[in-house]
């Protein structure tokens, strides 16, 4: 079959252009696996030593799934949306529980995996298999929806849907591996969101934003919904050289990490406005209290407004409390502890 135009300039502009990264030495469907699940939301220069780290502490889908919850999620510790770490370590069980330690090899397969959506499953056929199967992620959207002139919302079902039935259309049977990678490649160097270099662009001539002066309205993405407002008071409560932490549950924002003991108020408050048995017991012992400066922290659907107020217990007085919402941990214990990252700054810079 003769392949299409599109594709073929967009190979011959990945041949010359691309970055040389790790997975793409590799047709190691677990090392593919591992690529995608850490650059998801994440940028290739973020995300790169992740990867290193993540293939060097766990070489094979054994190795990750016989690690603990903790281990997993103290090395994903600063990339964000921790729930990928969690179906990372499930998926990575179950393939050794229920697959022998081995990836499915097709698109529909790979698909029943958990954690595994349509683009993972799409990446692990196509670059390890080479599956004649689309790929189809913000970059891809946007390259198609500018050269093409789709402007169907890329957030709504059915501009999915379509996107999905063009990029099916466009994906070269024997190479979906590299028209894959080199889509994927071009929106992320070439088609940029803000800047797209059109004048050297090889897809200038078919492309209809640059013809029509589109490129800052295509890709359409209708954003719904507003970004919620959350007021954090952290008591980042001392005792000798030890800090109260403790495991937040399962579910919402950082689910399973570490940190410290916290007040959350609907509006802003002040640090006598805070009214929480566990606070109420430890001013009884009148501790020295030393308020942050307030600071925001943005998560994609909400703005974190967070007060840390360091609290030193005096030892002399008390013995280590056993408040039910935490427990003591030594700084080599925190050390080892998963956090988020605004937490773990926190530590750093207040030398705990
Ligand atoms: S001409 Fe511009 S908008 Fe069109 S594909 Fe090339 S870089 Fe993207």
Redesign the pocket.
């Known amino acids: 079959m003769e392949q299409p135009p599109f594709a073929e300039e967009i190979i011959q502009w990945y041949q010359k252009h691309h970055r040389d990264l790790p997975w793409r030495h590799t047709l190691d469907p677990y090392q593919i696996w591992l690529s995608e699940v850490i650059l998801q939301q994440t940028r290739v220069a973020q995300g790169l030593p992740y990867y290193q780290k993540f293939v060097e502490a766990f070489p094979t889908v054994y190795d990750l799934a016989h690690a603990s919850e903790q281990e997993v999620l103290r090395l994903w510790q600063g990339l964000g949306y921790y729930s990928r770490a969690r179906n990372l370590h499930a998926c990575a069980k179950s393939i050794v529980a229920d697959h022998r330690g081995e990836f499915p090899k097709t698109y529909h397969e790979l698909l029943k995996l958990k954690g595994v959506g349509a683009y993972t499953a799409a990446a692990i056929a196509s670059f390890a298999f080479n599956e004649t199967v689309p790929v189809v992620d913000g970059n891809v959207y946007?390259?198609l929806s500018?050269?093409f002139g789709v402007d169907d919302d890329i957030l709504s079902t059915t501009g999915q849907k379509n996107f999905r039935k063009l990029a099916d259309q466009l994906v070269p049977a024997g190479q979906a591996n590299v028209y894959n990678q080199a889509i994927m490649e071009?929106g992320a160097l070439?088609?940029?969101p803000a800047n797209?270099?059109?004048l050297l662009?090889?897809?200038?001539a078919m492309?209809?934003?640059?013809q029509h002066g589109k490129?800052k309205t295509?890709p359409v993405k209708i954003k719904k919904g507003k970004v919620k407002d959350r007021y954090l008071h952290y008591l980042v409560v001392r005792l000798g050289d030890k800090v109260l932490m403790k495991q937040r549950p399962e579910k919402g924002i950082w689910a399973g990490l570490y940190d410290f003991y916290l007040i959350e108020t609907k509006q802003p408050r002040k640090w006598d406005e805070l009214n929480d048995p566990v606070l109420n017991e430890i001013i009884q012992q009148q501790p020295q209290v030393e308020k942050s400066e307030l600071l925001q922290h943005q998560l994609s659907h909400q703005r974190l407004h967070v007060t840390f107020y360091s609290i030193v217990l005096n030892g002399n007085l008390v013995k280590e409390p056993h408040y039910s919402a935490g427990k003591f941990y030594s700084r080599e214990e925190i050390e080892e502890l998963p956090k988020p990252i605004l937490i773990d700054n926190f530590l750093r810079n207040n030398h705990l």
């Open positions: 946007r390259v500018r050269v071009f070439q088609c940029t797209p270099a059109c662009c090889p897809l200038s492309c209809y934003a640059y490129q295509l």
